[in-house]
């Protein structure tokens, strides 16, 4: 999935501990404190996505033909919506 629009930093040390989980934290080990870490606001506009046929392995094995043919791969259907 792809969601295209307006983003902004957003300051906020108190929603930055709201938000923050162990996943992210692999990232950034020093904690929401980390000056690294910040926080963006997207106003979506718009958004884009692909439903694959079959597994995620099938999807591999596609992209894998693709290189090797040279021809495009099935990645499935596509739509986009407008927001």
Known sequence: MSISGT???VEDSSKAHQLWNSAVEAWFPAGPDD???VLLRVRAEGAEYWDSPGSKVMTVLSYAKSRLTGKRPDVGENERVDL
Do not use: Q
């Open 7 to 9: 983003g902004e930093l």
């Open 35 to 37: 000056p690294n870490v």
